[in-house]
């Protein structure tokens, strides 16, 4: 049986935006530098299969990147065909395997990496991609200083690798430029030395949405913008909206309490309605009593604590509030807009994380 979509909980997501978000970064690098959008973590909540998908049809970016082989393997099965590149650090080493047999490119990350994937390309007769990441100053994952031109000699020696890339990231574009600077400069020495000893990559990149604009420098051949594309970076369009429907309408008298804990007691008489949203669904319970939804184009304050699957707002000044009233919890209705940011900020994270923590539960419904 298909299960019907009853549940008026949904994120819809604007795919019109997501290519003029990606037109921009277009535009904003040189002619022939490519574009690997980020999809990992299921596209940064936005869907990472349907939105593969349409990257591929509507030719939007040469490559895709993952965090895991888990992830690029769901997108080989769903039929993606781009070029997709694995960003994670390989563990364990029996996952190069399968990337090498769903030509998946990988990254490379240490010299034990370097030899495993030498070692298991070869067993298989297959060529492995591979992109070297240098650890510039993240601090994540990446050969360090000193160590890279080992891993990178070790590859470009070996008949079943094609050294596809080396890539290193950047930790503080926005906060720290001196930093940027020198994270920049060690990349650009390692390219300086495999020039000398003659390695060639395909592919140099080092660029995230930040440093796309911040750092025209440092382009290269290829930049990888994530949060950009799905609108969360200033000057591009969010391309998910949080929607609902209230389910419930009632009066309550001054000195009544809602929700658990008791966190919100009336001051007044009220009139409250019930929302089927809640920390199950990735509305997180930090904002309770801080968060705003609209309805009828009216801020409506989030009142006592979000629960797991429900949550009351204030609809106190909203004439005329019934069941099925339409709510935005993320997104614009009328005049007004509540971004991802907003509720960031009230819940002391990153945009990044709320949407990445929209459950599997929510589906995405897509606007073409
Ligand atoms: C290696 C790498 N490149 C690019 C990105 C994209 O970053 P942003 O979302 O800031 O564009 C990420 C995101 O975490 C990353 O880990």
Redesign the pocket.
Known sequence: MTIPLLRPTVAEVDLTKLVANLARVRGTVKEGVRL?T?V?ANA?GHGAVPISQFLQEEKLCEFL?V?SVEEGLQLRQAGVTLPVLV?GSIYPFEAFEYAIKNKLAVTIASLEAAQAVCRIAEKMGQKALCHV?QDTGMGRIGTRRGKVMDVLESLSKNPYVILDGL?T?LSSVETDPAFTEEQIGYYRDTLTNMQLRGIRVNYRHVA???A?HARPDAHYDMV??????YG??TGYEPILSLKTRVVYVKDIAAGASVSYGRSFIAPKPMKVATLPLGYGDGYLRALSNKADVLIKGKRCRVLGNITMDMMMVDITDVPAVSVGEEVVAVGCQGQEKITLAELAQKAGTID?ELCTLLAARVPRIYKK
């Open positions: 690997l980020l990992k940064y990147g965090a960003l990441k890539y990231h995230a949405s930040t796309i990888r913008p994530g949060h950009s594309a969360l970076e990044y």
